[in-house]
């Protein structure tokens, strides 16, 4: 197969493959189940076929001309490859996951399509090589994300997939506005070097702080947490918010020149989000809802490695999206096991529940040794390159604000740990979950330590993708 093959097969075998679904699931639950399942792998595994093309700086390039700029490209670099593989990966886990979660609920071929289409969306928008194509799959991102966090149909629930449903979908059509004086300065609606007004900036910060759920949208995350745990697993760690991200990258460090002043900017903007929603998740009791704030304020520490410029920084963000994906996906999995089990999600009518669940706790309290940056674990790594880029760019201030959000981490995770797994038992004598549940969750933690233990692998492929990056920006 070509390598332009592979790049298409990548975006539209889930994007396609979602609407066969609902289909197979009318003719056997596990051929629907298992072929979710092979759709999102198949995205793993074709990114990982481009990888030694564009490991060594050859890009998979594929476009068509229409009228008005509106070109249908698609562009693989290391970095995009980078975000795909994560995404595709954590998602594959998740979807494993959910044979055990889902399988006693209502609305299965619809929550399997959408999450199928949410993910093909997300390679959309990681391929794309041109704003207006890289719009129409953020908004597919909204669309699915609406109907998920809805899923159990309460009214309660539809009122919370609404806010988010409003407030990304608001972001967006600001963000399309940027995208529009984008156009009128370059001539170009395709992703090539310019330098860009503070203008277009801001109106499309708009939009990825909205869908990132950066201060001041951030309130509508926490609330997604009504949802099914593998979906707000899919919404915290793998996809939804990791979209904004991705797009502040490649728009702001490998395409677009802006103004300095956006350098600092950011990250005082990403170290009050960080900070606010640390206190947040100190304060909180609901386990879900917790596990959210932690999301927030994590997003601010990848925005703040992003968004210094520099080397090193960018290596430390782009680690700190994968090691917080792995990690951040096993905690909500983690918590789906324990919500499921207990009909309890306050961390206050918990308690002992170890040895009930041993594999559960053990994989949560790795996750969160990573999520918190505890050697030898992968967020540590990246959270240590993330504080060394602060040092050589000299924003030794807001580094220290992120100091205390790093802090308040392991002060909230270890209040968690202690009150949900620890103690006295609480709730009626429970066992552990699902075995594919299990494998899952454990599978994450391995991972979470794994990321630690082979860093340099992974530091080698960041570092040749900030490279590119920064290559192509000049």
Known sequence: MKYESMLLSIVFVPLAGAFVLPFAGFISSRFRNFLALALVSASFIFSLKLLPQVITGQPVIVSHNFLLGFNSAFYADSFALFMAMASSFISAIIILYSFGYINHYKNQNEYYLMVVLFLGAMMGIVFSGNLIFLYIFWEITAITSWRLIGFFREREHLLKADKAFLVTVFGALVMLLGFICIYQQTGTFDLKANLISNIAVAL???????????????????????????????????????????????????VYSISPVWHTVVPVIAALSSLVCAGAALIETDLKRIIAYSTVSQIGFIFFGLAIGNEVGIIGGLLYILMHGLAKAGLFLCAGIVEQNTKVRDITKLGGLIKAMPVTAISFLLCAFSVMGIPP??????????????????????????LAGAFLTIAYLL????????????????????????????????????????ISYLYNFAAISTTQMLAMAK
């Open 204 to 254: 499309v910060l708009v939009g990825i702080f909205s869908k990132s759920a950066t201060l001041p949208f951030h309130t509508w995350l926490p609330d997604a947490g009504v949802a099914p745990s593998p979906v707000t697993a899919l919404l915290h760690a793998a996809i939804l918010v990791k979209i904004g991200l991705y797009v502040f990258a490649r728009l702001f460090i490998a």
């Open 415 to 454: 209040r968690v740990f202690n009150l949900v797994f620890l103690g006295q038992e609480k709730s009626p004598s429970q066992k552990e979950g699902d075995r594919l549940m299990v494998f899952s969750v454990a599978t994450l933690a391995v991972l979470s330590l794994a990321g630690g233990i082979f």
């Open 377 to 402: 674990f992968g967020g540590f790594f990246s959270k240590y390159l993330v504080f060394s880029g602060a040092v050589e760019s000299g924003q030794l201030a807001i580094a220290f604000v992120f």
